[in-house]
């Protein structure tokens, strides 16, 4: 019996030692939907899982034959450290090579009086941390021909710490999808606007009153102020429409 204790108990002091896996930094790209000929937005969420990263490189990769105008906008907590967004496109505003959206984030509201001429324009110093939530939004037009699904991956990712430092990120690969739908976004009964009826149909949906069911006008999901829907309607869906409904700051749906 003793044996068998001192057995067990080395065990336990074995694997105690083991350290726990790390979960690094991943980048993920959202989900929505778009409707033909009108502007989409993609929200690119960063999960720092305790990393510093103050520089942060990603590529988005489309199909150009169905999205074009490639924007991006830094998110609104990364916009209020002092980062500033960079991209690859050419004079003519197209990404150097078509289909390959490269972004960068990098600056900061660090003393910093320095400034380093890049690509996209003059870089400013600093070296700001970035924080949990909307790094970018990427917004494409979606050409009027365009049907079903549409993928974006992130086929690049490269990152780095104050002290330039590289980090690893998690998140190549993964893949955000864009669903083709028509109508108003919000207009959950169909009849051409966004009204109390619509608020009140997206609460049928929730409760599931019989002969009320999901449609996509009906999900209007937004994160950081960001249209993403996310497959379904909500208790937050409702309350967006309230929002949109009263004029309510940063609630704001595409049209």
């Known amino acids: ?9 080395s065990l336990m002091l074995l694997f105690s030692a083991i350290p726990a896996l790390a979960t690094g930094p991943t980048l993920t790209i959202g989900n929505a939907s778009y409707q033909a000929g009108k502007t989409v937005s993609v929200p690119v969420t960063l999960a720092t899982n305790g990393a510093g990263i103050s520089l942060l490189a990603f590529e988005v990769s489309y199909n150009p034959a169905l999205l074009s105008a490639p924007q991006v906008v830094v998110g609104p907590l990364q916009s209020a450290l002092g980062k500033t967004v960079y991209d690859n496109k050419d004079t003519t505003g197209n990404p150097v090579t078509p289909g390959k959206y490269r972004i960068l984030i990098a600056g900061g509201l660090v003393p910093d009086t320095t400034t380093t001429t ?5 870089m400013t110093g600093g070296s700001a941390l970035l924080v949990d939530g909307v790094v970018a939004t990427v917004s494409f037009t979606a050409a009027s021909t365009a049907t079903g699904a549409i993928t974006l991956t992130d086929s690049f990712t490269d990152a780095s710490d104050a002290s330039a430092n590289s980090v690893a990120v998690n998140g190549t690969g993964t893949t955000g999808t864009l669903t083709l739908t028509t109508g108003l976004a919000g207009d959950c009964n169909g ?10 149909y997206a609460i049928n949906i929730v409760i599931q009153k019989p002969n009320f069911s999901y449609n996509s006008r009906c999900d209007v999901n937004l994160v950081s102020g960001v249209f993403t829907p996310d497959g379904k309607t909500s208790a937050s869906d409702v309350q ?3 929002n949109v409904i009263i004029g309510k700051p940063g609630f704001v749906l595409p049209k």
């Open 118 to 122: 890049a690509a996209g324009g003059t």
């Open 1 to 9: 019996m003793q044996l068998k204790s001192m057995l067990l108990g």
């Open 240 to 242: 967006t429409l309230i």
């Open 191 to 200: 009849d051409g606007k966004v009204s109390a009826a619509d608020v009140q």
